[in-house]
């Protein structure tokens, strides 16, 4: 069982920037593949970019593409969320997630949840 936490939300004017971690308690965290997800308020949960074992394969939602960026350091057991450019639109909760299914997959669904962390982008 691996427990997520998140931090580095917080309130960012349109345009600024913030950078999200997760880290895992499991030991074993270099063999999940990690995702970052969203909801915003009313909203169903989204997928927001994902990230295989080994940082080789990155996926991200169109809505994000050039903006933000998922990335990873195995030996902190961190998974990474450089949101740039943010736009009050990406307001919502961010969670992230870890499956050992494989990134390209984790979009559908993953058995592991952090609590989320709140990013409020101003107009």
């Known amino acids: 069982q691996v427990q997520l936490v998140e931090s580095g939300g917080g309130l960012v004017q349109a345009g600024g920037s913030l950078r999200l971690s997760c880290t895992a308690s499991?030991?074993?965290?270099?063999?999940?593949?990690m995702g970052w997800f969203r909801q915003a308020p009313g909203k169903e949960r989204e997928f927001v970019a994902a990230i295989s074992w080994n940082s080789v394969s990155t996926y991200y939602a169109d809505s994000v593409k050039g903006r933000f960026t998922i990335s990873r350091d195995n030996a902190k057991n961190t998974v990474y969320l450089q949101m740039n450019s943010l736009k009050p639109e990406d307001t919502a909760v961010y969670y992230c997630?870890?499956?050992?299914?494989?990134?390209?997959?984790?979009?559908?669904?993953?058995?592991?949840w952090g609590q989320g962390t709140q990013v409020t982008v101003s107009s």
């Open positions: 499991e030991r074993t965290f270099s063999t999940y593949a």
């Open positions: 997630a870890a499956s050992t299914r494989g990134s390209s997959s984790i979009r559908y669904g993953a058995p592991f």
